[in-house]
């Protein structure tokens, strides 16, 4: 389990940087709605959690799960924080930086507790397995999301109709 994870979670920044590779600064900010997230605030959201959320909750779940964790607010964050105001060049830099030390910190683990669970008031029992898989997961849920704002980025750009050809969204 570890092994794959570690790799799923090494090829996240390729991934992020591949789908965001030439953007211009009006693209890299622009947003189809009000409460949809640009791209700089999707790549600002995964270096947050990556300082903020999966990596540091596994360590404390693994150290200590009876201890609480600090609480996060990542929804509030994207406007409090100004991610859309950001240098998108230094909030990819930062995450790709963060994820290379988070997935070095798990190679080097010596038989970690993956059974370790902390009692979360809203989720309950989380180990540090799932939490594991959880940060996995997250990846993937916010590739399709960079993946759908870019297609979104193409269609306002061309004509009706003119993707067609292409398939279906």
């Known amino acids: 389990m570890l092994h794959q994870a570690i790799n799923d979670l090494a ?14 600064d009006d693209a890299w900010r622009w947003k189809p709605d009000d409460t949809s ?3 700089l605030e999707i790549v ?4 947050d959690e990556e300082q903020e959320d999966f990596p540091l909750r596994i360590r404390l779940t693994l150290a200590d799960p009876s201890q609480p964790w600090p609480p996060i607010d990542p929804e509030n964050w994207v406007v409090g924080r100004g991610y859309n105001l950001t240098e998108p060049a230094d909030v990819l830099h930062d995450f790709v930086q963060m994820r290379r030390e988070n997935v070095a910190w ?3 683990l010596d038989q970690p507790a993956w059974d370790n669970t902390y009692d979360h008031p809203l989720a309950g029992g989380l180990s540090a397995r799932r939490l594991l898989n959880c940060w996995r997961a997250h990846d993937l849920l916010h590739l399709r999301q960079l993946l759908h704002r870019r297609w979104q980025l193409l269609e306002k750009d061309v004509e009706p109709g003119e993707l067609d050809y292409a398939g279906r969204w």
């Not at 090829?11 to 953007?23: D, F, H, K, N, R």
């Not at 600002?44 to 270096?47: E, G, K, P, T, Y």
């Open 106 to 108: 798990l190679g080097s």
């Open 11 to 24: 090829g996240t920044p390729s991934a992020v940087s591949a789908l965001v590779v030439g953007m211009d």
């Open 37 to 39: 997230w640009s791209l």
């Open 44 to 47: 600002h959201h995964l270096r």
